[in-house]
T-cell receptor, first 113, second 110 residues
Framework: SQTIHQWPATLVQPVGSPLSLECTVEGTSNPNLYWYRQAAGRGLQLLFYSVGIGQISSEVPQNLSASRPQDRQFILSSKKLLLSDSGFYLC????????????FGEGSRLTVL | GQQVMQIPQYQHVQEGEDFTTYCNSSTTLSNIQWYKQRPGGHPVFLIQLVKSGEVKKQKRLTFQFGEAKKNSSLHITATQTTDVGTYFCAGENTGNQFYFGTGTSLTVIP
């Protein structure tokens, strides 16, 4: 069966510090991968999606970046965090088929102080 | 960019009352999906609608996709405390990109 792992689950970082969130998927190959951000009490904002290794599309301009060094690994990074980067970050995958449901990781809660 | 709006943002109901959330997209969608997020949790897939005018039911939940494929609704009959959570619609365009609605947070009062 397929599983998705996301870590760390919680982190508190000072403004200006770097960030690295990692997501891996097991049990499938060539998945589409997504990073979403959810601000407190808000909806999900699509940040990045990837249809293959090294292929990253960004939805919004920001100080975040994403990389896909391996087929089932998706990394969200920042060189210098801003207060506005606080939120709940969710990694998700789907099979890349037309009309495929999204499977979400448990999420990473980031607080920037 | 693509926008998907949901109303209401919050809904408080007495247990046993019905609940409806509405979803509207600024563009035509290839399909629409619905997710439920429990407090502190991650979104979990409920259902997908593909055809214009499609209606699907899951026990007390009824999902509809509009004729123009730009709006959708989720109706829960006789709510229970286990229905508590935030319900999101998500519209998919032709590029495998999913745009989530703003969500409706449902509180069920026992």
């Amino acid at each position: 069966s397929q599983t998705i792992h996301q870590w760390p689950a919680t982190l508190v970082q000072p403004v200006g510090s770097p960030l690295s969130l990692e997501c891996t998927v097991e049990g499938t190959s060539n998945p589409n991968l997504y990073w979403y951000r959810q601000a407190a009490g808000r909806g999900l904002q699509l940040l990045f999606y990837s249809v293959g290794i090294g292929q990253i599309s960004s939805e919004v301009p920001q100080n975040l970046s994403a990389s896909r060094p391996q087929d089932r690994q998706f990394i969200l990074s920042s060189k210098k965090l801003l207060l506005s980067d606080s939120g709940f970050y969710l990694c998700a995958w789907n099979r890349g088929l037309v009309f495929g449901e999204l499977f979400f990781g448990e999420g990473s809660r980031l607080t920037v102080l | 960019g693509q926008q998907v709006m949901q109303i209401p943002q919050y809904q408080h109901v007495q247990e046993g009352e019905d609940f409806t959330t509405y979803c509207n997209s600024s563009t035509t969608l290839s399909n629409i999906q619905w997710y439920k997020q429990r407090p502190g949790g991650h979104p979990v897939f409920l259902i997908q609608l593909v055809k214009s005018g499609e209606v699907k039911k899951q026990k007390r939940l009824t999902f509809q996709f509009g004729e123009a494929k730009k709006n959708s609704s989720l109706h829960i009959t006789a709510t229970q405390t286990t229905d508590v959570g935030t319900y999101f619609c998500a519209g998919e365009n032709t590029g495998n990109q999913f745009y989530f609605g703003t969500g409706t947070s449902l509180t069920v009062i026992p």
